[in-house]
Nanobody, 127 residues
Framework: QVLLAESGGGLVQAGDSLRLSCTAT????????MGWFRQAPGKEREFVAA????????YYADSVKGRFTISKDNAKFTVSLEMNSLKPEDTAVYSC????????????????????WGRGTQVTVSS
C-alpha cells in the first residue's frame, strides 16, 4: 500500500514557475514507477510525466516537454514536478500516482497503469 499526498499548487501568471511535490508513505515507495497526471475542467485526465522506479528514465507529454521536469528522491520518498514557462492551458488539478506493480520495467503513460493516487493539487495559470 502506498499513500500519496501532493503539495505546491497555486495561482500563478503565464511564464511563471511552480514546483509540485508528492510525498509517499510506505517502505516500498522506492520500487514503484511514478507518474503525474492532470485534469482540467470538462476534460479527461491526461498524462504529464513519468519516471522509472530507479529514477533513471523519464517520459513527458509533448505538451510539456522542455518545460516540465520530473524527479524522484527515493531517500525522501518524494517525486517532484518542476514546471517552468507555465501557460494558461496548463491549468488543471495535478495528481501523482504510483504504478500497480513493483519494479515494473515498462513505465506506463496511461492512467490504467497506476494503482495508487493522490487527491491532487490545483494549478491555475492566469494570462
Amino acid at each position: 500500500q502506498v499513500l500519496l499526498a501532493e503539495s505546491g499548487g497555486g495561482l500563478v501568471q503565464a511564464g511563471d514557475s511552480l514546483r509540485l511535490s508528492c510525498t509517499a508513505t510506505g517502505r516500498t515507495f522506492n520500487s514503484y514507477n511514478m507518474g503525474w497526471f492532470r485534469q482540467a475542467p470538462g476534460k479527461e485526465r491526461e498524462f504529464v510525466a513519468a519516471i522509472s522506479w530507479s529514477g533513471g528514465r523519464t517520459y513527458y507529454a509533448d505538451s510539456v516537454k522542455g518545460r516540465f521536469t520530473i524527479s524522484k528522491d527515493n531517500a525522501k520518498f518524494t517525486v517532484s514536478l518542476e514546471m517552468n514557462s507555465l501557460k494558461p492551458e496548463d491549468t488543471a488539478v495535478y495528481s501523482c500516482a504510483a504504478a500497480g506493480r513493483q519494479y515494473a520495467t515498462t513505465v506506463d503513460r496511461t492512467a490504467s497503469g497506476y494503482a495508487y493516487w493522490g487527491r491532487g493539487t490545483q494549478v491555475t495559470v492566469s494570462s
